[in-house]
C-alpha cells in the first residue's frame, strides 16, 4: 500500500514555464486536496476535490489549474510559474468528502524553485 | 491553530521528559481535531485525533487533550526520544462546506527538539 505518491520530489523552472506536479493515491479515497508549506505560513489549500469529476478553489488557487478525471489521480498544473510560487507542495487524501472523523493522508512533497 | 508570525515556536525538551504542545483553535463548530507530526523533508503523518464528544483519548505514548470551553488542544508526548524531534501542527475540522472552504484549518507548527 503506497498511500499518497507525489512527483517529482525536487524541481526546478525557470519563470514563465509550464509544469503539472502529479499525485496519486491507492486507498480509493473520495477527497483529495494540494496544498502548498511556505515558511511562517503553515499549510494553505489551493484547490481540493471531493470526487471524481469535481473540483474547487481553495484559498490560494491563482496561478494553478486541477482536474479529477479519476479516483486515484489529481494533478496540480502550474500554468506559467512564477517566482512567488517557490514552496514545497503537499497532495493529501482522505476517506470522505466532509473529512469528519477522517484524517488526511499526506504526500512526501515536492518541492518546487521557479528561478 | 497558533499563530505566531514568521518564526515557529520552538519547544526543548530532555529526552525521557515528557513533553507538551498546545493549540488554540478557532472556530466554535470544528467537531473533530488531529495531530500531526512533520519530520524534516517529508509530509505531515497522522499522529492522533479526538472528536468533540471527547476530552481526552490515549495513544500510544502520546494524549490529546480537549478544552472546548476554552478552545484548546495539547498534545503530550511520554519519555520523548530523539525519533520525536519534529514540527507538530495541529488541525480543526467543522466539516466540508464547498465553495472554497474545506472546512479544515491547520496551524502554523510547534519545532520540538529533543535535548539529550
Known amino acids: 500500500n503506497a498511500g499518497v505518491t507525489q512527483t517529482p520530489k525536487f524541481q526546478v523552472l525557470k519563470t514563465g514555464q509550464s509544469m503539472t506536479l502529479q499525485c496519486a493515491q491507492d486507498m480509493n479515497h473520495e477527497y483529495m486536496s494540494w496544498y502548498r508549506q511556505d515558511p511562517g505560513m503553515g499549510l494553505r489549500l489551493i484547490h481540493y476535490?471531493?470526487?471524481?469529476?469535481?473540483?474547487d478553489q481553495g484559498e490560494v488557487p491563482n496561478g494553478y489549474n486541477v482536474s479529477r478525471s479519476t479516483t486515484e489521480d489529481f494533478p496540480l498544473r502550474l500554468l506559467s510559474a512564477a517566482p512567488s510560487q517557490t514552496s514545497v507542495y503537499f497532495c493529501?487524501?482522505?476517506?470522505?468528502?466532509?473529512?469528519?472523523?477522517?484524517?488526511?493522508?499526506f504526500g512526501n512533497g515536492t518541492r518546487l524553485t521557479v528561478t | 491553530g497558533e499563530s505566531v508570525g514568521l518564526h515557529l515556536p520552538t519547544l526543548s525538551v530532555q529526552e525521557g521528559d515528557n513533553s507538551i504542545i498546545n493549540c488554540a483553535y478557532s472556530?466554535?463548530?470544528?467537531?473533530?481535531f488531529i495531530w500531526y507530526k512533520q519530520e524534516s523533508g517529508k509530509g505531515p503523518q497522522f499522529i492522533i485525533d479526538i472528536r468533540s464528544n471527547m476530552d481526552k483519548r490515549q495513544g500510544q505514548r502520546v494524549t490529546v487533550l480537549l478544552n472546548k470551553t476554552v478552545k484548546h488542544l495539547s498534545l503530550q508526548i511520554a519519555a520523548t526520544q530523539p525519533g520525536d524531534s519534529a514540527v507538530y501542527f495541529c488541525?480543526?475540522?467543522?466539516?466540508?462546506?464547498?465553495?472554497?472552504?474545506?472546512?479544515?484549518?491547520f496551524g502554523k507548527g510547534t519545532h520540538l527538539i529533543i535535548q539529550p
Open positions: 488541525a480543526e475540522n467543522w466539516g466540508y462546506s464547498g465553495g472554497g472552504a474545506d472546512g479544515l484549518t
Open positions: 472556530n466554535s463548530a470544528s467537531d473533530y
Open positions: 493529501a487524501s482522505s476517506y470522505s468528502p466532509d473529512r469528519v472523523r477522517s484524517p488526511l493522508h
Open positions: 476535490s471531493v470526487g471524481a469529476g469535481i473540483t
